[in-house]
């Protein structure tokens, strides 16, 4: 498959996911110094790490979206 | 640890506007975990949506592959919490009766805390003691 970009309707669903995971390992982390249960700990923790993961992958998604282009065209 | 094992969401008195008061502690780690237990669950199963959801928007195959093991992972972390829920009694999908008591007690538990008066007008103590930077 070629390098292609990401399509603006694309980009707002790939948008909307990031929004959600950045809350979520916003909350995590938070929510991880109340906790006194082990394996709910644990879960927490790995839900947290797997999300950065996430938001780093989704970041580079949005990196080839075709709206940056858009606004490149326009600012120029 | 043996608060697992008996109901833990339940709060018995109604709770003293005193916030040192260590009554107002008691069953306290049990209904905090069990909280933020369930509020993870209920996150995990939003996550399952939104991914389900914008895997329907999206044509680029990259992308799709992306969304797509997010949503394995977050169908795992979903089965995985509401396994260890069920494992700790927080959590009751075949029991109807007792997830009900469950509930219940959660919803005093929770009426108890908005009756309570969380943020007290005035507790400055200015003007009690020789505050000379004032």
């Known amino acids: ?76 | 640890m043996n608060y697992e094992k008996k109901p833990i969401n339940a709060i018995k008195k109604p709770m003293s506007n005193d916030y040192l008061e260590i009554e107002n502690s008691d069953g306290m780690p049990g209904l905090v975990d069990s909280t933020i237990a369930l509020n993870f669950l209920l996150t995990a199963k939003s996550g399952i949506r939104n991914c389900a959801v914008a895997l329907t928007e999206i044509a680029d195959p990259e992308a799709r592959t992306e969304v797509r093991k997010m949503l394995n992972v977050a169908i795992d972390l979903h089965a995985e919490i509401s396994n260890l829920m069920m494992k700790k009694g927080w959590f009751h999908p075949y029991q109807v009766s007792e997830q009900f008591k469950l509930d219940k007690m959660s919803a005093q538990a929770a009426l108890q805390i908005a009756n309570m008066q969380l943020f007290p007008g005035d507790t400055s103590r200015l003007g009690t003691f020789a505050t000379p930077n004032y």
């Not at chain 1, 990031?18 to 979520?24: D, G, I, P």
């Not at chain 1, 709910?40 to 949005?62: A, N, P, S, V, W």
């Open chain 1, 1 to 76: 498959m070629t390098y292609q970009k990401i399509a603006p309707h694309e980009t707002f669903e790939i948008h909307e996911i990031l929004t959600f995971k950045n809350v979520c390992a916003t909350k995590a982390s938070a929510m991880v110094r109340f906790v006194k249960d082990e394996e709910l700990r644990t879960l927490l923790e790995e839900d947290f790490t797997t999300g950065q993961e996430h938001i780093k992958e989704l970041q580079e998604l949005l990196r080839s979206s075709q709206l940056l282009e858009r606004t490149d065209e326009l600012t120029h």
